[in-house]
């Protein structure tokens, strides 16, 4: 059996390639990954329009970044800005001469960065930032000095700007090319998600459990069983049932079929759609039989003879899109295939294990790799479960994560729906985790419908480090905000939230509360983590025997910022007179602050607010609806405001509604 090869491209001496495929998909942001072997200078220029074979980076007027790995016969690594040096690094030897090296160099707005291995944006050696950005460039050329530069696996990426961790693990089994005849470029734009599609392990060796072995000069096409088997029967006959052997096969027909499972279209000309559709019958892929059947059938019609150059598209339109499945296409049959090889665990290369349980199930490294970035990295980037068949995870729900690999599986958030309040802060910080993007959009919807008053403060506390979930964020801290006396009273569970969160939720303009006291007990409750529900006169207690430090400790110096969100000036005068005797306005200078100001605000009027007078003296929305007192008028009895919910709610006359 003949070892695997790859194409490659040689570069001559002063010599420049270009290619419409080496190009960004943005002007001044884009990130090429590709592998090198080199005795000397491995060298990419990068411009605004495509040069000249000819090309030459010292003699070009024009802006331009260029990058030199290998520099000084090896010894150095140099980055150059319109023929200017501005990175010379001495002892990074990056090339190598016997053997092929991965690197990757990605620019962002004139931030280049350089790293070596498989991953881009992992491993970086060196990042510089240009002050004057050249944000036009867009073309990569691929260059040489005074020795032949070998290139291949070339794959263009995108750049966004949070560096999302692209992974360009594709490892193709490519056409053997002579010397610099035309060499095929990736340019790889991935969805805004960073989720991989399965066409980019068409004839991938990654994951590969079967070869065929195809045509007279019996070439080695890898791929992977489960995949095969979900659109077809792929049961071998020979002695071996990880090879198929089919040598009255062409490589291009092969490809073709290959090309249609994994992506649901292909392209043949049009003498050998026969062969097409009798790879279909011999292996059972109905939707391709009736494609071909379909063409062949509508030649026939037109009496029109085959045009052996021309090609023709063969789509599977009979499929639905299923934008969150792992394919491009999606038939009902497949994807109940899928779900049984989960369940049966057919075709198998991984045993998931959880810490305490034990096996959860069999699956599929390429399934998973496919929905997930740092699945993809385990399997692939060299770690101990890249080797192993054997994967464990601790500290995770095993019934979360089954419900994560089902819905990997059938792109359908399955759960019970006495099981949802269980399931889904575990399950959406299992996503979180994998970088699962389309199972947290599916986690927030199902939060949202379960989002009450006893479940705000667990949900806010599990989800406030998820950049994911702040749809749900913000609607929890509304939530909280409109029902503040009852979550801050039914329970202590709000002390747990962040600072910010709470903050958040106290100047929030939904804040409903019955009163500013009611504000002032919570912070203090949240300030000293308080077990049980209590008010500031019990607080005030306490500080009796216990210092500051030792009632409020870490959170001693959140009082500055909270405590002012209080709106003392609307407080009854009775009361405030209660807190300026307190031991609480004694012991915590901004509470004392706080409360003469207040003091004097009830006498003078609201000149000695300042600023944010116009908010701290402004009632807020109550949870009152029945009718209020608000003060006293003049002495003959005439109120200054009277109504309910400070003009919130209407007012119902209690005496015609026989309220008693």
Not at 368 to 387: D, H, Q
Not at 548 to 568: A, I, K, M
Not at 617 to 641: A, P, T, W
Request: net charge negative; glycine share 6%; aromatic share 10%.
């Amino acid at each position: 059996m003949s070892e695997k090869k790859h194409k490659f491209l040689t570069v001559a001496p002063f010599k420049c390639t270009w290619n419409e495929g080496l190009k960004f998909r943005e002007a001044g942001r884009g990130c090429i990954k590709f592998e090198a072997f080199a005795q000397n200078d491995v060298t990419l220029v990068f411009r605004e329009q495509i040069g000249s074979p000819n090309y030459h980076y010292k003699m070009d007027n024009s802006p331009h970044y260029t990058v030199i790995l290998g520099s000084n016969r090896n010894r150095r690594l140099k980055i150059e800005a319109n023929n200017n040096t501005m990175v010379d690094i001495v002892g990074v030897g990056l090339c190598c001469s016997s053997s092929f090296q991965s690197y990757w160099i990605s620019i962002y707005d004139g931030l280049i960065c350089i790293g070596e291995g498989k991953y881009p944006f992992q491993n970086t050696i060196v990042q510089w930032l240009d002050s004057k950005p050249i944000c036009s460039v867009q073309y990569v050329g691929l260059s040489s000095w005074d020795k032949h530069v070998g290139y291949r696996n070339i794959v263009i990426l995108p750049v966004n700007q949070h560096h999302r961790n692209l992974l360009g693990q594709i490892d193709y089994d490519e056409y053997e090319a002579e010397n610099d005849t035309e060499f095929e470029i990736l340019n790889i734009n991935n969805d805004e998600h960073g989720k991989l599609e399965l066409l980019y392990f068409l004839e991938s060796w990654d994951f590969s459990d079967l070869m065929f072995i195809v045509g007279v000069e019996r070439k080695i096409v890898p791929a992977h069983k489960v995949i095969l088997n979900v659109y077809g029967d792929f049961s071998s006959d020979t002695s071996s049932e990880n090879i198929i052997s089919l040598t009255a096969t062409t490589y291009p027909v092969l490809h073709a079929f290959l090309e249609y499972i994994y992506s649901g279209r292909t392209k043949v000309v049009e003498s050998q759609l026969g062969s097409l559709r009798n790879l279909g019958v011999q292996f059972h892929v109905m939707s391709l039989i009736e494609q071909c059947d379909e063409i062949l059938d509508h030649f026939k019609t037109k009496k029109k003879s085959f045009d052996s150059g021309k090609q023709v598209e063969i789509l599977n339109n009979s499929c639905a899109v299923q934008p969150c499945g792992i394919f491009p296409y999606g038939e009902t049959a497949a994807v109940g295939k899928l779900k049984q090889f989960l369940a049966s665990g057919e075709h198998s290369d991984v045993n998931i294990y959880v810490e305490g349980y034990g096996l959860v199930t069999r699956s599929h490294k390429l399934i998973l790799s496919l929905w997930s970035a740092p699945f993809a990295k385990m399997f692939t980037g060299g770690m101990v479960e890249s080797k192993s068949t054997n994967v464990t995870f601790s500290d995770v729900s095993s019934e979360a994560f089954l419900a994560m690999l089902h819905f990997m599986y059938s792109g359908e958030l399955e759960i019970e729906k006495d099981k949802v309040d269980s399931l889904l802060i575990p399950l959406i910080l299992l996503a979180d985790q994998f970088d699962i993007t389309f199972l947290q959009r599916e986690c927030c919807k199902r939060l949202l419908e379960c989002i009450s008053e006893d479940t705000i403060c667990p949900i806010l506390v599990a989800i406030a480090s998820l950049l994911s979930c702040k749809v749900v964020e913000e609607t929890c801290k509304r939530e909280f905000s409109m029902h503040f006396d009852y979550c801050t009273t039914v329970s202590t569970d709000f002390v747990t939230l962040d600072e910010t969160i709470f903050k958040d939720i106290l100047q929030h303009v939904d804040m409903t509360v019955t009163s500013e006291e009611r504000v002032l007990d919570a912070i203090l409750m949240w300030s000293m983590q308080a077990s049980k529900n209590c008010g500031w006169l019990l607080v005030d207690e306490f500080l009796n025997s216990l210092t500051p430090e030792q009632l409020f400790g870490e959170r001693l110096l959140s009082l500055d910022n909270l405590l002012p969100l209080v709106r003392f000036p609307l407080m009854p005068s009775h009361l405030l007179e209660k807190l300026e005797k307190s031991r609480l306005c004694k012991h915590i200078l901004i509470f004392s602050q706080l409360v003469k100001e207040a003091v004097q605000y009830s006498c003078v009027g609201s000149k000695l607010l300042g600023e944010d007078q116009n908010v701290r003296s402004q009632h807020r929305r109550s949870s009152f609806k029945e009718l209020q007192f608000i003060c006293d008028g003049d002495n003959n009895g005439v109120l200054y405001f009277s109504g309910t919910s400070y003009g919130e709610h209407q007012w119902m006359n209690p005496v015609l509604a026989k309220i008693h």
